[in-house]
């Protein structure tokens, strides 16, 4: 027998139908793809409880299918995707994942993609180019995300090709208070804060404000028909004698970090720290990072990383403590954006 359920008198002057009222209770429940699910086992760990179980299949025609083995009626769904190698499979599966859940009667859904997929392609460079982040944001939308959630987006303007809420995280609290406790008392007597590019001056002028160290900017230029190809032009700000943080969004080949880290070295610079969210490492990225000019390389586990693809120099820091303490407030109805200090 199910419990009870109490029954609403007719009351007219409060303007109140007559109806049955059930005591139902709001249910946080996390569930993953296949992509990443050391990400998702940890996420549900900090939250105290476990992943819910999932049937994941790939049929030999490459078909994808997705059941939820337990009821997630009523529930507030998160689904964490990280959206590494092969990123089309993963974006596919999610798709899946959310119709399976929303035809599951799931209350609400968030997707929690760390890294988003497509994130470059947010604005038309060239002629009859696609804006394929957007296109992203509606193929979720029409299989029944309600809510994504996200860290470092590529760019900002990525939330307005949503229509519902998008919660845009920042790893800095994450790899800042790592160099809080790494760096040397020469490290922080000479630190500067280095931008890789134009594009990344805000984010850099933040970590200059955070560690009280002055900020140089590296001018660089791109080939528009060459994928993944940069020349380094020239350094604006003293770097000479410096020790000089990197700090990027993404490592895709790593070409771009690889060439500003050696233009800061063959302009006098001491040390050279790298600092990025989402590790890519499309090849050869894994062997360019190695290079001389670069002493430390410092990432975020929002990707997936292979043994092949980690090296001695390479520091991963753990990014569940932060997915886990947004999607609490999400649940809780509380404030994701004070989490970072009204930034977010």
């Known amino acids: 027998m199910g419990q009870k359920k109490k029954r609403a008198a007719l009351d007219r002057e409060n303007g109140v139908a007559p109806g049955l009222i059930a005591k139902t209770k709001k249910r946080l429940v996390v569930a993953g793809g296949r992509s990443h699910p050391e990400l998702t086992g940890a996420v549900a760990a900090v939250l105290g409880q476990e992943v819910a179980p999932v049937e994941h299949r790939t049929f030999a025609s490459g078909e994808i299918y997705a059941r939820f083995e337990v009821s997630i009626r009523g529930c507030d769904l998160f689904i964490v995707q990280s959206f590494g190698e092969p990123v089309n499979e993963w974006l596919m599966e999610t798709l899946i994942m959310l119709d399976a859940a929303k035809r599951a009667s799931a209350k609400r859904v968030t997707v929690v993609a760390p890294?988003?997929?497509?994130?470059r392609q947010d604005k038309k460079g060239r002629g009859r180019e696609p804006i394929s982040a957007r296109l992203i944001a509606d193929?979720?939308?029409v299989a029944g995300a309600d809510r994504v959630m996200s860290v470092d987006l590529h760019a900002a303007q990525i939330q307005g090709f949503f229509d519902g809420?998008?919660?845009?995280l920042f790893a800095k609290p994450v790899l800042l208070d790592h160099f809080e406790r790494t760096?040397?008392?020469?490290?922080?007597?000479?630190?500067?804060?280095?931008?890789?590019?134009?594009?990344?001056v805000r984010v850099a002028d933040t970590w200059s404000d955070s560690l009280g160290a002055?900020?140089?900017i590296i001018h660089k230029r791109r080939d528009p028909k060459v994928a993944n190809q940069v020349s380094v032009h020239e350094i604006v700000g003293a770097v000479d004698g410096r020790t000089c943080l990197l700090v990027d969004d993404m490592i895709d080949t790593g070409g771009t970090i690889v060439k500003a880290a050696q233009a800061l070295k063959a302009n006098g610079a001491r040390k050279v720290i790298v600092a990025a969210t989402h590790a890519v490492f499309s090849d050869?990225?894994?062997?360019?990072?190695q290079d001389e000019a670069i002493d430390d390389v410092v990432i975020t586990d929002t990707i997936p990383l292979t043994e092949s693809r980690r090296w001695d120099g390479l520091t991963i820091l753990p990014i569940a403590p932060l997915l886990a303490a947004a999607i609490k407030q999400v649940f809780?109805?509380?404030?994701v954006t004070s989490m970072f200090g009204g930034d977010a």
């Open 115 to 119: 890294y988003y997929p497509y994130s």
């Open 139 to 141: 193929m979720l939308k």
């Open 165 to 168: 809420p998008v919660d845009h």
């Open 183 to 200: 760096l040397t008392p020469e490290d922080r007597e000479t630190l500067t804060i280095v931008s890789p590019d134009m594009g990344r």
């Open 214 to 216: 002055p900020l140089a």
């Open 284 to 289: 050869p990225a894994s062997e360019r990072l």
């Open 332 to 335: 809780e109805d509380g404030s």
